[in-house]
């Protein structure tokens, strides 16, 4: 029987969700041009490897290009140079694109949601200047199921963000390729692959209440290692009759 090193084994293993939840949700199909949002994030950098390497090897053929998000009044360094040669390390082609917003247009939303608002207003102007038909996030499994709980405590709504979202107002679909992928895993591959950590000075970051369900989320496993595939199935598993009626 074959022995695998520690790196073998979490690379097999990432690959192996990688691979699942691409294919269990029908993310790529023959003839896509995906556009990779790189954040430069060890999330985004991981993205940026599993894409290139399926696009390389596996079947349906598909295209990528990356493009990295610059807001130029936030004070949020990367290292562009970093980003570009691990990218074409990938075999992925690199774009930079800038943009900017202004939080005191609209008072009502977060400085977090008009920022990343932007963001999602960027990629898909470049996802459109450069021919793609869909825009793959980073989002793992850890960020979906936080989400999910977030939603459900703050916004009364059992919702998420789904592994495939069709946007027919702006015909492009949104992927999350590392859907079935666990946080854990991207943070071995990062110290595996010496992911460089990019520096962060965001002065809106303390807003966000993510790292709370991260908590959340770890306290649930405590409780239950099976928690986070209890989450995910309850996701499909709506059973309506034992819910309260709405009442108009």
């Avoid at 980003?83 to 074409?88: G, M, P, Q």
């Avoid at 966000?208 to 306290?219: F, H, P, T, Y």
Wanted: proline share 4%.
């Amino acid at each position: 029987m074959a022995q695998f090193t520690e790196e073998e084994k979490t690379i097999r293993r990432i690959d192996k969700r990688f691979n699942k939840g691409v294919v269990q949700y029908g993310l790529i199909e023959e003839g896509d041009k995906i556009l990779i949002g790189l954040s430069g994030g060890k999330d985004s950098l991981a993205l940026v490897e599993l894409l290139g390497k399926r696009a390389r090897i596996y079947k349906p053929r598909f295209s990528v290009v990356a493009v990295h998000v610059v807001m130029r009044n936030i004070p949020y360094q990367n290292d562009t140079e970093y980003l570009k040669a691990h990218c074409e390390a990938c075999g992925v082609p690199f774009l930079q694109y800038e943009t900017s917003f202004d939080p005191s247009t609209d008072t009502r939303k977060s400085p977090c949601f008009l920022c990343s608002w932007n963001r999602r207003k960027a990629l898909f102007t470049v996802a459109k200047e450069q021919g793609c038909n869909k825009i793959a996030l980073g989002h793992h499994m850890d960020d979906i199921l936080e989400t999910l709980l977030m939603n459900i405590t703050y916004q009364g709504a059992f919702s998420t963000m789904p592994p495939r979202l069709v946007m027919k107002k702006f015909d492009m679909t949104i992927i999350r390729p590392m859907c079935m992928v666990h946080e854990s895993d991207l943070i071995e591959l990062a110290a595996l692959h010496g992911y460089r950590k990019q520096v962060k000075n965001c002065p809106y970051e303390s807003q966000s209440s993510r790292s709370d369900m991260k908590g959340v989320l770890r306290q649930l496993e405590a409780m239950n290692p099976e928690a986070r595939y209890s989450l995910w199935g309850s996701m499909t598993n709506v059973q309506e009759d034992l819910l309260p009626n709405k009442i108009d």
